[in-house]
């Protein structure tokens, strides 16, 4: 049946019908109906809006798992468990989950889970800033390398980090030279991989000058991980980041399963990567295709292998873990909860909450962040509050279509011009705030001419002395007062994000209230900072957009 309704599906839907496991009928008939909508919808486009036509398509009731909103049932199983279905399940304990909310707490943490580290250090960032706060951090690395070598004779640390190769290779000063030192003296036990996108080679390769270069795709991931302990974060390593650039930050203690994920993601991500040398040349690793000279469909064929290979291995080794924890109680299908592995062993508490790794590497043909988050949106029922927040807001149109098409309720935080990471910046790069502000007002326009300004609002981050770049997601399902999931990593939820770059974030589910207080909390203080977006922002005398801004923002959109 499953593969009769995967026929006719949309994409989305045919894509999340090839992860589900076979023998499946509830699934294929959920995800089927959903397909017809959407069908359907896409048979009378001609006569109607694309916004317009999504509101009546998913306004009838959806067939609904079995399940109490966001709460652990007896079985073990809460409402978005299908997620598991793509990649893996790590249940935790709330205990485990710590919000941090400003850049110093973040620093701090950084350099006193470094300093602490015995096993490995893995830093995954888009680049490494020169500043003396960066180098402080490269100084803990170092010290952290010396004691373990002076306690164990041979260092049994590591260190692995995973840059962008353009990013961090701008400018005489950049990452490679603030690293080169630290991969001298330790070249055992320290790994610097610098990713370079295959979409930019040849000819365009040689004609993009420096900084326009990094248009064409990044490595965009921010994980920084520590023995078994992991920051999940949207920031990079650079002094803002560390000072007056706010983004967010869960900091996950005592979570060694996550913890390898993620130390296997970036070594696969690194083993696709060039890697650097003590002479600050930079070479492929042995038998892996050279992503700018050699063959393209070759390279990204075989940096998919490597990634899916993580994903599937630790989705397996998850679900093996769920077979052992869990058992089987009579009538066929019915499961009921045992006990957390750690509460048999050790006194552990048993998980409230559960992790799951959404990866998007579209030039690998990697989308499994797209199709969760879509699906999220999609399903967002009346009565639920969607917070969705970026630093970046450039929607992509997939996203446009589900909030303005959806019935529950959005409120979307975005940076004003004044605390746009680009404000300020020389050249045309000091017009992209400009553009941010004609691309607000084109989807505001948009709300407002569906009447949808009640329902789909914009707020603008404003604090003085302070730039923006949070970005995320918080589900406040209906009735509920707090949020049961957040989406926290690196995707901006734009067309980079989605096509482009290579990206990491987390869905947390929790059931645990104190957990969930947290993330009200941090939610509640971004949005404090906010005010709301009307018709009469755009007529300040701050929001002029020059007519070649308008005219280009269209062209080069899909670019930043």
Known sequence: ?????????????????????????VWAALFGRLSDRLSRGRERRARRSSWLLLAPLLSPVVPQLTVPPCSVCSEGSHRFQWIRNLVPEFGIASSHVKVLSSPTEFYELMKRQIKMAKKRVVLASLYLGTGPLEQELVDCIEMALEKSLQECGTSSLTVSILLDFTRGSRGQENSRTMLLPLLKRFPEQVRVSLFHTPNLRGLLRLLIPERFNETIGLQHIKVYLFDDNVILSGANLSDSYFTNRQDRYVFLQDSPEIADFFSELVDAVGDVSLQLQQDDT???????????QGDRTAYCAAANRRVMEVINSARTRQEQLHTRTFHRNGAEGEISLNTDRKAMGDGQPEPDTWIYPLIQMKPFGIQIDEIVTETLLMEAERGANVYLTTGYFNLTQAYMDLILGTRAKYQILLASPEVNGFFGAKGVAGAIPAAYVYIERQFFS??????????????EYSRNGWTFHAKGLWLYLTGSSLPCLTLIGSPNFGYRSVHRDLEAQVAIVTENKALQQQFHQEQMQLYLHSGMVSASTFEQPNRYIKLWVKLVTPLIKNFF
């Open 1 to 25: 049946m499953a593969a009769a309704v995967a026929a006719e599906a949309p994409v989305l839907w045919r894509r999340l019908l090839e992860y589900l496991p076979r023998g499946r009928p």
């Open 446 to 459: 948009e709300v407002c001419s569906l009447g949808q300004q009640e329902r789909v609002q914009l707020q």
């Open 282 to 292: 930079v070479k492929v690793v042995d038998g892996m295709v050279h992503p700018y």
